[in-house]
């Protein structure tokens, strides 16, 4: 295996149960207090039919009482594992460590905060991964839970394309509230850097399957519902743009070059400016240097780390062909208001 050495997570007592020796899937969803919302997460998962599965759910540091009260809730379930890890990793070093406890082919992330649209949602998912080798990893349509409409802010493609919200296209990324992978490739490609915390952590991971000479596709038919709680999420003003900025220019220095990264550096300075966080912006070049200096490839995956002709043509085909033009990109990005609860641009 090419993950990092992992800290074993500790196993409340009385709530850890064993999967099957041969399974299909792992589902994983990190919890941080919101119980009810945790055990709804918990209750969809259990639900899926027509495919083998375990729930694995990694507390990263809910106050002692919610996790009693989400132990409770799992008591007994044979087919779900409650785990608390030594500390908040965040969503990627979280998605890390839980996926490392399954042994499905598959795994699926589904945000604490999301559902299951179908009871066969993840058996589909996994029927569409066993059935095309060169596909590593599905995004799902993620729909606003109350409404069933689109949520925009779960909208992790070029904007041109959500008129396809739909439909199924092949992508550079895919949206971390509702996607599977295959757990062959997850580790052929080192899983997500632990460094990200979140934020960029999906499309830093995509890149290395990319370079693998896989593909990630977005399936519009295959939905999660989720609940929007823009109060719950990092906001603008706090440190949401920091990480935004120094997680996106880190990714690029990664692949590319510091002078590379130069451009969107400077546009997203100045969007900084113009929505208020400047100065987030400003300190998130030092860091994402600092992150840099400090970044060792999991073993195995060095030359991931380098696009190749090919994963550089993907990129281009899948993702800078369906972007607008400079002045409009300008207009649209680079100078428009920050939305409360964006998950991330372009």
């Not at 899937?25 to 083998?52: F, P, Y």
């Not at 195995?300 to 369906?322: F, K």
Request: proline share 4%; hydrophobic share 45%; with cysteine.
């Amino acid at each position: 295996m090419t993950y990092p050495d992992y800290p074993t997570p500790e196993h409340i007592s009385g709530v850890h149960r064993a999967p099957a020796a041969d399974y299909d899937a792992d589902v994983v969803i990190l919890a941080l207090d919101r119980v009810e919302d945790t055990a709804e997460a918990v209750a969809s998962a259990r639900a899926q039919t027509g495919v083998s599965k375990h729930v694995w759910v990694a507390d990263q540091g809910s106050r002692p009482e919610n996790v009693a009260r989400l132990a409770e809730v799992m008591r007994g379930a044979p087919d779900a594992t409650l785990v608390r890890l030594d500390r908040n990793w965040g969503v990627a070093g979280g998605r890390n460590r839980a996926t490392a406890l399954g042994s499905g082919r598959v795994v699926f992330a589904l945000d604490n905060d999301a559902e299951f649209s179908a009871s066969d949602t993840l058996a589909r998912a996994v029927a569409i991964l066993d059935a095309d080798a060169d596909l590593a990893a599905v995004g799902c349509r993620i729909l606003v839970h109350a409404t069933g409409e689109d949520d925009l802010s779960s909208w992790g493609y070029p904007v041109s394309l959500l008129p396809r919200a739909g439909e199924s296209f092949d992508t550079v990324t895919f949206v971390g509230a509702g996607a599977a992978v295959r757990r062959a490739d997850f580790e052929r490609a080192g899983g997500y850097d632990d460094a990200l915390f979140f934020l960029w952590d999906e499309f830093d991971f995509c890149l290395r399957l990319i370079n693998l000479g896989l593909r990630v596709r977005y399936r519009g038919d295959l939905a999660v519902r989720h609940k929007v709680s823009p109060e719950k999420r990092f906001a603008w003003a706090g440190t949401r743009w920091f990480y935004f900025v120094r997680n996106r220019v880190y990714i690029g220095m990664k692949y590319g070059s510091p002078a590379s990264v130069l451009p969107r550096f400077i546009a997203y300075q100045l969007k900084g400016a113009r929505n208020g966080v400047l100065l987030q912006g400003l300190r998130a070049g030092p860091a994402a240097l600092q992150m840099l200096r400090e970044f060792r490839p999991a073993l195995g995956t060095e030359e991931l780390h380098r696009l190749t002709p090919a994963a550089r043509e993907y990129l281009r085909r899948n993702d800078a062909a369906h972007r607008y033009g400079v002045l409009r990109r300008m207009r649209t990005e680079v100078l428009s208001a920050l939305p409360q609860a964006q998950r991330r641009a372009s």
